[in-house]
């Protein structure tokens, strides 16, 4: 059974036991554990943009598996449902529509936009319905700009993931952020999902895994930051390199940031760049498979192929290679735990307590 105490103090902490990274049983308990009480990633409120909008997402596609409907009603409402009719668990959207009600293909049964019960035929003679039963799930929303995140079942407020990192680019117009589908990437790596995002949130190995990244990084002045469910990153640019303009009177005037990393427990990575924001989303597909998706959302594109934020593709497979060779290393029979650089692997250290929170 593996021992899931990783110490408070950095200095005296040994890494997560092994065993997180190779019991198929503890993997799925982390679906529940981790995964189900966090704030994840559903997507824009552009995907259902006029009333009557029903927009289907399979939350975490082969892991959480839960299928969502997004849908916006006549008073131009958001709503995060259940895509599951509650007569015969049947799925009630398989593609975006427009429609005024909710309609299962299967029996008829109809729900308003709001996912209450609206009728059902052939239903006469059944006692006690409908019932609050017959309603589908309502999930939470919680909105950034266009962005949208929900939980099954919140540990907690949704201020305690996001209110850091909004607040410290409150100055940004995020609003103004805009999509860019044609560059987003998909990556599949054989390894843990745990394992990539220790490795991102870690910027040790920069000098040693990316060469391109610390040719315009400040390694020296890097440094991290932690919140209760999430960190930062903070990249310096090194002279004559780009970096943001960034305004009097915010936290990080007059500092010259290349990049803002942020991350938020337990999966999602939001990397700030003077074009805009890359977003990954690491989903776990298998014990050692996991999928990252790159969502581009774009502020000055003449800024693109620029600074910290170039060349992302070139790092991504860098990350990929070293990551699978931990997932291979970890498996050696001389391997149980490791130690923590106090200056440098900050982010790791509070990732691992975080999984050991959950987990225990």
Request: aromatic content about 16%; proline content about 6%.
């Amino acid at each position: 059974m593996a021992n899931f105490f990783v110490d408070p103090d950095i200095a005296l902490a040994r890494t997560l036991d092994k065993a997180f990274y190779q019991d198929r049983g503890l993997f799925w308990q982390s679906r529940e554990k981790i995964f189900s009480r966090s704030w994840l990633w559903v997507g824009s409120d552009s995907q259902a943009q006029e009333p009557g909008d029903q927009y289907p997402v399979t939350w975490l596609e082969d892991f959480l598996d839960e299928p969502l409907l997004l849908t916006r009603d006549q008073e131009k409402e958001l709503h995060l449902l259940s895509n599951v009719c509650t007569h015969r668990g049947n799925l009630l959207a398989t593609e975006p529509c427009r429609r005024n009600l909710i309609r299962c293909g299967y029996h008829g049964r109809t729900f308003q936009l709001d996912g209450k019960f609206h009728s059902m035929p052939e239903f006469s003679g059944v006692r006690e319905f409908p019932s609050p039963a017959d309603n589908l799930a309502s999930l939470p929303l919680y909105r950034w700009g266009h962005w949208l995140f929900s939980s099954l079942d919140p540990i907690g407020e949704p201020n305690l993931f996001f209110q850091e990192m909004r607040a410290r680019v409150a100055w940004l117009p995020v609003n103004e952020f805009v999509p860019a589908p044609h560059l987003s990437r998909e990556y599949l790596i054989d390894a843990h999902w745990a394992l990539y995002c220790e490795n991102y949130l870690e910027g040790f190995h920069i000098p040693f895994v990316h060469a391109g990244l610390n040719a315009v990084i400040d390694f020296g002045q890097y440094r991290t930051e932690l919140y209760r469910y999430s960190s930062l990153q903070l990249g310096l640019a090194k002279p004559g390199e780009l970096c943001f303009d960034i305004p009097a009177g915010t936290p990080d005037f007059g500092k010259r940031v290349a990049a803002y990393y942020f991350f938020v427990f337990p999966n999602l990575m939001f990397n700030f760049y003077p074009w805009g924001l890359s977003l990954n989303v690491v989903k776990p597909l298998e014990l050692n498979r996991t999928q990252i998706s790159f969502l581009p959302f774009i502020w000055n594109q003449s800024l693109y192929h620029s600074g910290a934020g170039s060349g992302l593709d070139r790092v991504e497979q860098e990350d990929e290679t070293v990551v699978q060779q931990v997932q291979k290393g970890i498996l050696s029979r001389f391997y149980q735990h490791g130690r923590y650089s106090v200056n440098r692997e900050q982010g790791t250290h509070h990732f691992h307590r975080l999984i050991a929170e959950f987990m225990a």
